[in-house]
């Protein structure tokens, strides 16, 4: 299984950053699929997830109005729109496919994830 995002890179604060996550290898059942980010020294933290038919979909709240997580018609890609950038969104953005269809309760437990990307960096400067 391949899961690959891609995207990333240094915005001004205010700009956007469209992200993208290409899954392979994985046809064996339905899955939701998250987003999370990291920067050095903090936790992974949880952004948006999205379920497997697109009926659920759950934000962190510092990315509350600002972001937009969809899936490809395919279900195996998957996107985020990140509007009004601020220098607080930069860290290390990580794609990941969840073992369930739906995002859980919490969604943003990484206890939930089956399979990690590498991460596509996001730096935002004020």
């Known amino acids: 299984v391949q899961v690959v995002e891609s995207g990333g890179g240094q915005v001004q604060a205010g700009g956007t950053l469209r992200l993208s996550c290409a899954v392979s290898?994985?046809?064996?059942?339905?899955?939701?699929m998250a987003w999370f980010r990291q920067t050095p020294g903090k936790e992974r933290e949880g952004v948006a997830c999205?379920?497997?038919?697109?009926?659920?979909?759950q934000y962190g709240d510092s990315v509350k109005g600002r972001f937009d997580i969809s899936r490809g018609n395919d279900k195996n890609t998957l996107y985020l729109q990140m509007d009004s950038l601020k220098p607080e969104d930069t860290a290390m953005y990580y794609c990941?496919?969840?073992?369930?269809?739906?995002?859980?309760?919490?969604?943003?437990?990484?206890?939930?994830?089956?399979?990690w990307g590498q991460g596509t960096q996001v730096t935002v400067s004020s």
């Open positions: 990941a496919t969840e073992w369930s269809v739906d995002c859980g309760t919490p969604w943003s437990r990484e206890s939930g994830v089956r399979y």
């Open positions: 290898g994985l046809n064996s059942s339905p899955y939701a």
């Open positions: 999205i379920s497997w038919s697109g009926t659920n979909i």
